[in-house]
C-alpha cells in the first residue's frame, strides 16, 4: 500500500521497488532516497508484494483490489521513482507485471504524462544499465517522461549497502542530484501543462 508523506505544498512521489525480497538493494535504495529527499519532496513506497499475474480475463471483471491501489497510489502522485534490480538482463517480472497493469487502459493510463525517475543497484558491475534501458523502452510505450539524466547505475552493491542502508557517499551524492533533477522536471512538466490549460 502507498505511505505518501509529502506536504499539501510539496511534491509527492511514490517510490516502486522492483523485488520483493526482505534484503533487496532496491528497496534499501528506495529507503535512502527517503532520506535524501530535497525540501518539499515527499517518497511513499509501494509495496508490489499483492499485486497479482496480469490477466485480460481477470481484467474484464475488473482490476484486482491491489492493482486499482497501485493505479490510485500513481494517479495521485506527482512522479514516480523506480529502483529495478536486473534480472537476466532485463527487467525483473515483479516490475513489468506491475507497469503492465498500471498501463491500461492504454489511452487512459495513470502512466501517462506522469513525471519518472529511474535508478537501480546490483551486486554486478553494470549497475542494471541493460534493465533500466529496457525500463526505459517501456515507459515510452506509456508516455511517461522518464527523466534522462543523471543516471543512477549503482554496481558493486554488496560494498555500498551495509545492514540495509546505502552507505557509500558518492552514490549517496548521486541519488541527493537524481532526486533534485526530478524536482525540477516535475515543475518543469506541470507548468507546461498548466500553461495549456
Ligand atoms: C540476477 N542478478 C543479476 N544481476 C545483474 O547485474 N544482471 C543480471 O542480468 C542479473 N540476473 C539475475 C537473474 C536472476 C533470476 C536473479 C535472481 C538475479 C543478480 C541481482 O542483481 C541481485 O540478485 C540483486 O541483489 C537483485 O536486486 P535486489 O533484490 O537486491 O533489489
Same mark, same amino acid.
Given at each position: 500500500m502507498?505511505?505518501?508523506s509529502?506536504t499539501s505544498?510539496?511534491?509527492?512521489?511514490?517510490?516502486i521497488?522492483?523485488?520483493? *525480497?526482505? $534484503?533487496?538493494?532496491n528497496r534499501?535504495l528506495?529507503?535512502?532516497?527517503?532520506e535524501?529527499?530535497? &525540501?518539499?519532496?515527499?517518497?511513499?513506497v509501494?509495496d508490489?508484494?499483492p #499485486?497479482?499475474?496480469?490477466n485480460?480475463?481477470?481484467?474484464?471483471?475488473?482490476?484486482? &483490489?491491489?492493482?486499482?491501489?497501485?493505479?490510485?497510489?500513481?494517479?495521485?502522485?506527482?512522479? #514516480?521513482?523506480?529502483?529495478?534490480?536486473?534480472?537476466?538482463?532485463?527487467?525483473?517480472?515483479?516490475l513489468k507485471n506491475?507497469?503492465?497493469?498500471?498501463? !491500461?487502459?492504454? !489511452?487512459q493510463?495513470?502512466? *501517462?504524462?506522469?513525471?519518472?525517475? #529511474?535508478?537501480?543497484?546490483?551486486?554486478g558491475?553494470?549497475?542494471t544499465a !541493460?534493465?533500466?534501458?529496457?525500463l526505459r523502452q517501456?515507459?515510452?510505450y506509456? *508516455?511517461?517522461?522518464a527523466l534522462?539524466?543523471?543516471e543512477?547505475?549503482i554496481?558493486?552493491a $554488496?560494498?555500498?549497502?551495509?545492514?540495509?542502508?546505502?552507505?557509500?557517499?558518492?552514490? !549517496?551524492t548521486?541519488?541527493r &542530484?537524481?532526486l533534485?533533477?526530478?524536482?525540477?522536471?516535475? *515543475?518543469?512538466?506541470?507548468?507546461g501543462?498548466?500553461?495549456?490549460?
Amino acid at each position: 500500500m502507498s505511505s505518501n508523506s509529502a506536504t499539501s505544498q510539496g511534491l509527492q512521489v511514490l517510490g516502486i521497488a522492483g523485488s520483493l *525480497r526482505q $534484503g533487496s538493494y532496491n528497496r534499501a535504495l528506495l529507503q535512502a532516497a527517503q532520506e535524501l529527499v530535497p &525540501e518539499g519532496m515527499g517518497i511513499g513506497v509501494f509495496d508490489l508484494s499483492p #499485486i497479482p499475474f496480469y490477466n485480460y480475463d481477470v481484467e474484464q471483471e475488473g482490476d484486482p &483490489e491491489p492493482v486499482t491501489a497501485l493505479k490510485e497510489a500513481i494517479g495521485a502522485a506527482d512522479a #514516480i521513482l523506480i529502483a529495478t534490480p536486473e534480472y537476466q538482463r532485463g527487467i525483473p517480472g515483479v516490475l513489468k507485471n506491475a507497469l503492465d497493469w498500471a498501463a !491500461r487502459p492504454p !489511452r487512459q493510463s495513470v502512466m *501517462r504524462g506522469k513525471p519518472a525517475a #529511474i535508478m537501480g543497484a546490483s551486486p554486478g558491475f553494470t549497475g542494471t544499465a !541493460r534493465a533500466q534501458t529496457q525500463l526505459r523502452q517501456t515507459l515510452e510505450y506509456n *508516455r511517461t517522461y522518464a527523466l534522462l539524466q543523471p543516471e543512477v547505475l549503482i554496481g558493486g552493491a $554488496g560494498d555500498k549497502f551495509r545492514d540495509g542502508r546505502l552507505v557509500d557517499e558518492e552514490t !549517496r551524492t548521486r541519488v541527493r &542530484e537524481l532526486l533534485a533533477a526530478l524536482a525540477d522536471w516535475t *515543475r518543469l512538466l506541470q507548468q507546461g501543462v498548466a500553461a495549456r490549460t
